[in-house]
Structure formats: structure tokens, C-alpha cells
Antibody
Framework: EVLLVESGGGLVQPGGSLRLSCAAS????????MHWVRQAPGRGLEWVSG????????VYADSVKGRFTISRDNAKNSLYLQMNSLRTEDTAFYYC????????????????WGLGTLVTVSS | QSALTQPASVSGSPGQSITISCNGT?????????VSWYQQLPGKAPKLIIF???SRPSGVSNRFSGSKSGTTASLTISGLQAEDQADYYC???????????FGTGTKVTVL
């Protein structure tokens, strides 16, 4: 069974930083691209960032480009999201998701989701 | 980056069929046959229910079906049941600097 468990959320002041983690199990982690998707409380889904199986290709939404960095450690079956210069509009549940294949592309689908971790940006 | 357009809410009685539309452009829905749909039950994480426009993952009820015509994708729920009450989102690849876009979401209410 695929299991994705996010952690690292919490309360942070505007301009601050936070690092999210996602522990993966139940599949061969380094065979798949991974993504972060967020959802502000009571709002819709927003794709944030994606990374290929070997970290060779990363991609970001315009809304977080230059502030967020996605990474992975295949030896630890873990995905990360380093979030800097946080803004109030970054407040959301952040979900770790597994892609269908090793590289994100036009065929991407978000096959499995974690339960999410809440990030609150507020003074 | 504008989201794909979905109706805010759709409702139906048990046993009825309902259809949720997902309107995009030639740069996203109209340009690729890789639209997927997600069901989000209250307080839960989203779940993939349709991929590649009309395919269902193993274990998803065949009451869920997908289709596409031009720049509009659609999700149909047949034989509506109380357990189908949830939010539904479409998504597509978009040929832009932000490559993945979700729909605005549709709240399905079973009367």
C-alpha cells in the first residue's frame, strides 16, 4: 500500500522559512516523480512544484518560483519542500503526491496523496 | 495563472446522473488527452478517480465516467449515492510556465 506522510508544518511569521518533509513507503520511491500540491483552508487545489525521479528536472508554479525549493533523498525515501520568504497567501494544507511515472510531463497525474500538513503564515 | 472553470455546485437526487464540466483552453484541456479528476470527501485528502480523460483507477466505481469535447472535459456520476457528496476537481497539463492547473472545484450535493 502506498503511504505518504507529510510533516513540518506549523505557524511561521511573514518572511520566515519552513521545511516540509514527506516520508514515502509502499512503492519504489526512486521510480517516480513527485509533487507538492496545496490547498488554502476552504479553497481549491493549487499545484506547487514537481521533481523527477533523479532530481534532474524540477518545476515550480509562478506563485512560488524563487522562494520555494523542492528536493528529494531517494536513499531515505523522502521528499522535501524548502519554503522561504513566506507570505500570508502561502497559508494552506500542503500535500505530497506521487506521479504516474519517473518524469513529470503532460501525462502527469497525481495518483496518491498524503493527508497533508498545515502551514500557517501569520504575525 | 487562471484555473480551469467548473460550476461551483451541482446537486441531484439519489439514483440520478449528474455531469460536472471543466472548461479550459487549447493550451490545456483542448491540447492534451490527459485530463484527470479528483474526489475530495469532507476533511479528507483528494483521491484520483479518472485519468487520461476517461480511464478509471482500479477500485473506483464504474458509476464515474469521464469524457472530453474540444476544450471542455466532463465528469459524469451515474446512480448518484449519498457517499458521492464531495468536492470534485479536474486538472490538466498546461503549456505555460506553470505546467499544471486545477479546476475551481465543484461541490456535489445529494438531495
Amino acid at each position: 500500500e502506498v503511504l505518504l506522510v507529510e510533516s513540518g508544518g506549523g505557524l511561521v511569521q511573514p518572511g520566515g522559512s519552513l521545511r516540509l518533509s514527506c516520508a514515502a513507503s509502499g512503492f519504489t520511491f526512486d521510480d517516480f516523480a513527485m509533487h507538492w500540491v496545496r490547498q488554502a483552508p476552504g479553497r481549491g487545489l493549487e499545484w506547487v512544484s514537481g521533481i523527477s525521479w533523479n532530481s534532474g528536472f524540477t518545476v515550480y508554479a509562478d506563485s512560488v518560483k524563487g522562494r520555494f525549493t523542492i528536493s528529494r533523498d531517494n536513499a531515505k525515501n523522502s521528499l522535501y519542500l524548502q519554503m522561504n520568504s513566506l507570505r500570508t497567501e502561502d497559508t494552506a494544507f500542503y500535500y505530497c503526491t506521487k506521479d504516474r511515472g519517473y518524469q513529470w510531463n503532460y501525462e502527469t497525474r497525481f495518483e496518491h496523496w498524503g493527508l497533508g500538513t498545515l502551514v500557517t503564515v501569520s504575525s | 495563472q487562471s484555473a480551469l472553470t467548473q460550476p461551483a455546485s451541482v446537486s441531484g437526487s439519489p439514483g440520478q446522473s449528474i455531469t460536472i464540466s471543466c472548461n479550459g483552453t487549447s493550451s490545456d484541456v483542448g491540447g492534451y488527452n490527459y485530463v484527470s479528476w479528483y474526489q475530495q470527501l469532507p476533511g479528507k485528502a483528494p483521491k484520483l478517480i479518472i485519468f487520461d480523460v476517461s480511464s478509471r483507477p482500479s477500485g473506483v466505481s464504474n458509476r464515474f465516467s469521464g469524457s472530453k469535447s474540444g476544450t471542455t472535459a466532463s465528469l459524469t456520476i451515474s446512480g448518484l449515492q449519498a457517499e458521492d457528496q464531495a468536492d470534485y476537481y479536474c486538472t490538466s497539463y498546461r503549456s505555460s510556465s506553470t505546467p499544471y492547473v486545477f479546476g475551481t472545484g465543484t461541490k456535489v450535493t445529494v438531495l
